[in-house]
């Protein structure tokens, strides 16, 4: 039994065409996620800084300890742990934040306020 406007062959192309969509969704995420080609920086350059992971990066060579807030539209409170001094909140901006040379930590910490801040900078008990 065939249905009007339907033939014998409707389901081979239905299937060549969600093959094809799954190809072209497999490249255009497989495109996203792809690493940038890297050039190499002149003679006496500066390395270019290098992002870790979102959030508390311990300071490597010399390097203080910072957080990277990874989202582009937000301010957000963290909770900055130190040693042997308090620990205390700061409002954090998109990018990274240089923290305290004795930190021992940070974190998003969205029950302090609701999480989002207004002024990078700030701190807070």
Not at 53 to 71: D, F, I, L, Q, S
Request: net charge positive; hydrophobic share 35%; with cysteine.
């Amino acid at each position: 039994m065939t249905f009007r406007g339907s033939s014998a062959s409707e389901p081979a192309r239905r299937g060549r065409r969600l093959g094809l969509a799954t190809v072209v969704l497999a490249g255009a995420l497989a495109a996203s996620v792809a690493a940038p080609a890297s050039a190499s920086a002149p003679a006496g350059a500066a390395a270019p800084m290098k992002i870790q992971a979102c959030g508390w990066n311990k300071g490597e060579n010399g390097e203080r300890a910072y957080y990277e807030h990874c989202a582009t539209n937000t301010n957000v409170w963290i909770q900055v742990t130190r040693w042997p001094r308090s620990n205390y909140h700061r409002c954090v901006g998109p990018g990274r934040t240089n923290l305290d040379l004795d930190a021992t930590g940070a974190w998003y910490d969205s029950n302090y306020r609701g999480g989002l801040c207004s002024h990078p900078g700030d701190t807070g008990p």
